[in-house]
């Protein structure tokens, strides 16, 4: 069972807000990612992390933003929501033993 | 050509079938594969991963590997309605990170 948490679960906000999407894991995993999934669509990686200080974009463009101070948090960032930015986001992690890739619960942002 | 590919389906079987999954690599220096399953609403689940080649067996799941042919399958006997979910293929791909494939829709009918 993988220790990994995102809040807000759900979430409605106005267009132009800045939101921060919450991500923590307890399983001291180095590696961390977040992941974009419309309804029935496919995941999309939007951004990753081998450790503290490191990010890097995904496959997926986003204008969202991430940080890894501590090994246990990796914050999702929105500066300016809008409603193309409605959408679920997966937060994600593995450990350095293998490349399996446990999620959270993920947390559903609606734009209005 | 997309790192891993899978048929999206979807896929119907009755109650009690084998459904049969399939998936396709271009990595051919891939070591692992995983088969994930996803309930609609909810976040991916890992059920099965496979290193070698041949069969992984698992109550009822089996994971075959055939890494001559870049082919990754995900055997599900006695089909249940709860089975009944998009089934995801991951492989390590080029940036080192999990690759996923965009999934197979399973509906078992009761």
């Known amino acids: 069972e993988a220790d990994i948490y995102q809040t807000p679960r759900y979430l409605v906000i106005g267009t132009g807000k800045k939101i921060t999407l919450e991500c923590s894991q307890t399983?001291?995993?180095?590696?961390m990612y977040w992941y974009q999934q419309d309804p029935g669509m496919e995941l999309h990686l939007i951004h990753y992390?081998?450790?503290?200080?490191?990010?890097e974009k995904g496959d997926l463009s986003s204008e969202s933003t991430v940080s890894r101070i501590r090994t246990e948090h990796f914050p999702l960032t929105l500066e300016s929501a809008r409603p193309s930015h409605t959408s679920q986001y997966l937060c994600?992690?593995?450990?350095?033993?293998?490349?399996?890739?446990?999620f959270g619960e993920g947390s559903w942002l609606t734009v209005v | 050509q997309k790192e891993v590919e899978q048929n999206s389906g979807p896929l119907s079987v009755p109650e009690g079938a084998i459904a049969s999954l399939n998936c396709t690599y271009s990595?051919?220096?891939?070591?692992?594969f995983f088969w994930y399953r996803q309930y609609s609403g909810k976040s991916p689940e890992l059920i099965m991963s496979i290193y070698s080649n041949g069969d992984k067996e698992d109550g009822r799941f089996t994971a075959q590997l055939n890494k001559a042919s870049q082919y990754v399958s995900l055997l599900i006997r006695d089909s249940q309605p709860s089975d009944s979910a998009t089934y995801l293929c991951?492989?390590?791909?080029?940036?080192?990170?999990?690759?996923f494939g965009s999934g197979t829709q399973l509906t078992v009918l009761p």
């Open positions: 399983m001291g995993h180095d590696k």
């Open positions: 990595d051919r220096g891939s070591q692992s």
């Open positions: 991951a492989v390590p791909g080029s940036a080192r990170q999990l690759t």
């Open positions: 994600a992690s593995s450990g350095t033993a293998g490349n399996t890739i446990y």
């Open positions: 992390s081998y450790g503290v200080n490191s990010t």
